[in-house]
């Protein structure tokens, strides 16, 4: 199986701040990974496919990089409604699997 | 657009079977998206039980596959999750999703989540 590991597994932020959380790959993925947020009591949520396409509807505040192993999600200004857990996703090979999540917290 | 939601009981007996359905409305659910079931333990992080597609293909994951089975049922457009032999490690809530099968794959749209405990 291909393990996805994200960092860090918690943050505190600002609202404002410019948050990034990392997702590596135990082998190379190419471009095929996702991020959802996910909410307290709700389902996730997509934000963003194939590495960098952002989801219609989901604000430009965020955005995807990576390639092959390490892959990045910023938040460009992090906003009230941001606050959740984040997880990665690859899909280059079953079974599918998500990194733990990283959960963003208000400082 | 297409939305899903999960239907079935929220308690199992330990080493029973737990049997939940997926409605799709606002789409067919013969479109070209393969159908999945993820499902997150209390407190815990997501994990990828399988999916389906319309002609009834399947893909599972391998720690699941000897006890998991899904189905299709166009004329009423859902599809099933049944998992057999449950334990409490079993206990989670159960999300349904649409599984985008292009090059990359990822899961939209998320059914709410429905809450399934195994306990006596």
């Known amino acids: 199986d291909i393990q996805v590991t994200q960092s860090p597994s918690s943050l505190s932020a600002s609202v404002g701040d410019r948050v990034t959380i990392t997702c590596r790959a135990s082998?190379?993925?190419?471009?095929?990974l996702s991020w959802y947020q996910q909410k307290p009591g709700k389902a996730p949520k997509l934000l963003i496919y194939?590495?960098?396409s952002l989801q219609s509807g989901v604000p430009s505040r965020f955005s995807g990089s990576g390639s092959g192993t390490d892959f990045t999600l910023t938040i460009s200004s992090l906003q009230p409604e941001d606050f959740a857990t984040y997880y990665c996703?690859?899909?280059?090979?079953?079974?599918?699997?998500f990194g733990r999540g990283t959960k963003v917290e208000i400082k | 657009q297409v939305q899903l939601q999960e239907s079935g009981p929220g308690l199992v007996e330990p080493s029973g079977t737990l049997s939940l359905t997926c409605a799709v409305s606002?789409?067919?659910?013969?479109?070209?998206?393969?159908w999945s079931w993820v499902r997150q333990p209390p407190g815990k992080g997501l994990e990828w039980i399988g999916e389906?597609?319309?002609?009834?293909?399947?893909n599972y994951n391998p720690s699941l596959k000897s006890r998991v089975t899904m189905s299709v049922d166009k004329s009423k457009n859902q599809f099933s999750l049944r998992l057999s032999s449950v334990t409490a490690a079993d206990t989670a809530v159960y999300y349904c999703?649409?599984?985008?099968?292009?090059?990359?794959?990822?899961?939209?749209?998320w059914g709410q989540g429905t809450l399934v405990t195994v306990s006596s």
């Open positions: 606002g789409g067919s659910i013969s479109s070209s998206n393969w």
């Open positions: 389906i597609y319309h002609s009834g293909s399947t």
């Open positions: 082998q190379s993925i190419n471009n095929y």
């Open positions: 996703q690859q899909s280059y090979s079953t079974p599918l699997t």
């Open positions: 194939a590495a960098s």
């Open positions: 999703c649409g599984l985008i099968a292009a090059a990359v794959r990822w899961f939209d749209p």
